[in-house]
């Protein structure tokens, strides 16, 4: 799955030990952008890292669920860069 992810262009994933990646949103996307647009119009819901100390506004949470589930997200990522980052 983190693989497949990497594979989109538009989304830097970070190395991850854990059962969720951290992905940079490229291209100058915004986070609360992405996580809203996502979560309307395909009811995929990310997690913005904002907030945390160091990373910028572009950069979210990716959690690894079931395969039907990364399925969806994967496609819900890869729509988001088809509509906002490849105009």
């Not at 992405?34 to 309307?40: Q, T």
């Not at 890292?49 to 994967?74: P, V, Y």
Request: aromatic share 14%.
């Amino acid at each position: 799955f983190f693989y497949d992810l990497s594979l989109i262009d538009g989304l830097k994933i970070y190395d991850s030990k854990a059962n969720f990646a951290l992905a940079k949103l490229e291209y100058e996307s915004n986070s609360i952008d992405f996580v809203s647009d996502a979560l309307i119009n395909s009811g995929v819901y990310f997690r913005s890292c904002d907030d945390k100390f160091g990373l910028g506004k572009n950069f979210i949470r990716i959690a690894s669920r079931t395969k039907e589930e990364n399925q969806k997200i994967l496609m819900c990522i890869q729509k988001y860069g088809d509509e906002k980052w490849r105009r």
